[in-house]
T-cell receptor, first 113, second 107 residues
Framework: KAGVTQTPRYLIKTRGQQVTLSCSPI?????VSWYQQTPGQGLQFLFE???????NKGNFPGRFSGRQFSNSRSEMNVSTLELGDSALYLC????????????FGEGSRLTVL | GIQVEQSPPDLILQEGANSTLRCNFS?????LQWFHQNPWGQLINLFY???GTKQNGRLSATTVATERYSLLYISSSQTTDSGVYFC?????????FGTGTSLTVIP
């Protein structure tokens, strides 16, 4: 079965711009969560969507937002980019239960200049 | 929130050696997974192991939930085992990741 697909894989933006990242989960996996990974802060939880609703949210500013579509695909958006937003953004899918096994995509590596 | 600590932070092994990675967590959890992050950044599932012991080839894992720790064993290490190993625990409403163990296997 196809894995979790993230696009784009790499992108470069400048400060002040906005960016949209996409995640297509494994078929049948209705929960999608997003993580930010930086060398200094490690892996941090951004938010989780299930059935088009944001179910949980981490401690990130409002510039970070997301949504989920009826086919379970998810997008996250970062507005007014800052240098510190440079990171690897990882998407994970699970069947949906709170104890479900997570499956990760390959990530989107964002560089903000 | 819950604290997840991994040890050692860095590990260098000769090819063929065995190793044990540890994950301690500060509260009861509903789920625990081990991941290997490859050089391209993807997190690869190793084990879904909220409790008990599992084995997959040269790798095995044990979680003792009542004592709040998990161990990942790597036997007969190979250079392809190099990378960062993370444990992640689920409690409350989200997953929390440890800071990882960076493993380098030299030929």
């Amino acid at each position: 079965k196809a894995g979790v697909t993230q696009t784009p894989r790499y992108l470069i933006k400048t400060r002040g711009q906005q960016v949209t990242l996409s995640c297509s989960p494994i078929s049948g996996h209705r929960s999608v969560s997003w993580y930010q990974q930086t060398p200094g802060q490690g892996l941090q939880f951004l938010f989780e969507y299930f059935s088009e609703t944001q179910r949980n949210k981490g401690n990130f500013p409002g510039r970070f937002s997301g949504r989920q579509f009826s086919n379970s695909r998810s997008e996250m958006n970062v507005s007014t980019l800052e240098l510190g937003d440079s990171a690897l953004y990882l998407c994970a899918a699970s069947v949906g239960g709170n104890t479900g096994e997570l499956f990760f995509g390959e990530g989107s590596r964002l560089t903000v200049l | 929130g819950i604290q997840v600590e991994q040890s050692p932070p860095d590990l260098i092994l000769q090819e063929g050696a065995n190793s044990t990675l540890r994950c301690n967590f500060s509260d009861s959890v509903n789920n625990l997974q081990w991941f290997h992050q490859n050089p391209w950044g993807q997190l690869i599932n190793l084990f879904y192991i909220p409790s008990g012991t599992k084995q997959n080839g040269r790798l095995s894992a044990t979680t003792v939930a009542t004592e709040r720790y998990s161990l990942l064993y790597i036997s007969s290490s190979q250079t392809t085992d190099s990378g960062v190993y993370f444990c992640a625990v689920f409690t409350g409403n989200q997953f929390y990741f440890g800071t990882g163990t960076s493993l380098t296997v030299i030929p």
